[in-house]
Each structure stands twice: as structure tokens, then as C-alpha cells.
């Protein structure tokens, strides 16, 4: 079993509607990142986590840190938010306080938005 | 432009060569991180660098793949006697604390 599972693993929809992205973690974290990337490879970062609600612009991000879940949320879709978003987790805290660094990662969920 | 640069952004080799390539961060950034992507898949964990100090290396990275950040600023990653399973997407992320940020990958492909 993955450490990170996100769900659905592709989505389409219908440009304005309301669009929910799922992920799950097994293990404990320090932050969750929503990532997105676009065709071609560049990875931009959305939102890191710990706790709660961020919000930006039309995205939504939430986490549920006693059920290791966490949802990103894109209201009034746009064919421009047609990419493949990813879900990773940051593991653990060292004695400093940051976190360990590296990321383990959701398999992805290819979003299309059609207009 | 001061996000994170990556060189090349693709690479065509055949089986068997030696490629290297190379990761620029973000100035103020001391930590350093290489992720290998396959087609369909996530990205995966190959190595960190907090400065100039290796401190982490997946299991992923076999005797034939080697990373250096010698002072502290760019990277390179070099994989000898190239496979084909070595085809991928090679990213590169920088970060100070928590956040990463991602340059936008070499993309390798063996014949």
C-alpha cells in the first residue's frame, strides 16, 4: 500500500463546475503539499498544510490531520486548470523543528476541464 | 529569472553513455533535492543535500548514479552506463525550510 493515495486518479469536468480532489497518508506528517503540473514536467507548488483551511483564489485546500485527509477543492473550474495536480507529504520533524525535507508523493489525478 | 534552473531540459542517449546533469536552486536556498518521475506516476525521492552535505539517498540510487553539490549551490546528478529504465523525467527542487520549489525537470531518454 502507497503511503499516499489520491483519489479519483482522473477526473474530467465540465468548465465552471465545482471539482473535489482527494488524498489519504498512512503515516505521520509535518505538512501536506498540493502540487500542479502542467504537460511538460514543471512543478508548481499550490498550498502546504498542517492544519486546517488555505485558500487561493479558486482553490481550496483542507486537511484533517486525525484522519490523515486532506482535499483540494477548485470551485468555478476553467479549462486552464486542466493539469494533473499531486498530493505529497513531508515526513517528520528533526530536532530543529523543519522537517526532514524530502517529499513522498501521491500518483497524481489528471484533471480536464472541457469548455 | 530566480526560480530554480535545470540543464539540460532534454537528453537523448543510447544505452550505455554516461549523462550528467545539472541543478541550479534558488540562491538562498540550502537544502536541494533530486526526484525522478516516470510516465503516469508521481515523482520519487532519489537524494538530498542540505549545503554541500549528502544527507539522504533512496534506495532507487543504484552504484551507477552519483550527486554532488561540491560548495553548496548547484548540483549535479550523473548516472553512468545509462539503462534503459534510466528514462525519465529527473526533477530538481530547492527549498529554505519546508516549501519546495521545482525547476522544470530533464527529461532523459535512453535508446
Known amino acids: 500500500k502507497n503511503e499516499v493515495e489520491q483519489s479519483p486518479q482522473n477526473l474530467t469536468a465540465q468548465e465552471g463546475e465545482f471539482i473535489t480532489i482527494n488524498c489519504s497518508y498512512s503515516?505521520?506528517?509535518?505538512?501536506l503539499h498540493w502540487l500542479q503540473q502542467h504537460p511538460g514536467g514543471g512543478i508548481v507548488s499550490l498550498f502546504m498544510l498542517s492544519s486546517g483551511k488555505k485558500k487561493h483564489g479558486r482553490l481550496i485546500a483542507t486537511i484533517n490531520i486525525q484522519e490523515k485527509h486532506s482535499s483540494l477543492h477548485i470551485t468555478a473550474s476553467h479549462p486552464r486548470d486542466s493539469a494533473v495536480y499531486i498530493c505529497a507529504v513531508s515526513l517528520g520533524k528533526n530536532a530543529g523543528g523543519t522537517s526532514y525535507g524530502k517529499l513522498t508523493f501521491g500518483q497524481g489525478t489528471i484533471l480536464t476541464v472541457h469548455p | 529569472d530566480t526560480g530554480v534552473s535545470q540543464d539540460p531540459r532534454h537528453k537523448i542517449t543510447k544505452r550505455g553513455q554516461n549523462v550528467t546533469f545539472r541543478c541550479d536552486p534558488i540562491s538562498e536556498h540550502n537544502r536541494l533535492y533530486w526526484y525522478r518521475q516516470t510516465l503516469g506516476q508521481g515523482p520519487e525521492f532519489l537524494t538530498y543535500f542540505q549545503n554541500e552535505a549528502q544527507l539522504e539517498k533512496s534506495r532507487l540510487l543504484s552504484d551507477r548514479f552519483s550527486a554532488e553539490r561540491p560548495k553548496g549551490s548547484f548540483s549535479t546528478l550523473e548516472i553512468q552506463r545509462t539503462e534503459q529504465g534510466d528514462s525519465a523525467m529527473y526533477l530538481c527542487a530547492s527549498s529554505h525550510r519546508d516549501e519546495q520549489f521545482f525547476g522544470p525537470g530533464t527529461r532523459l531518454t535512453v535508446l
Open positions: 503515516v505521520g506528517i509535518s505538512a
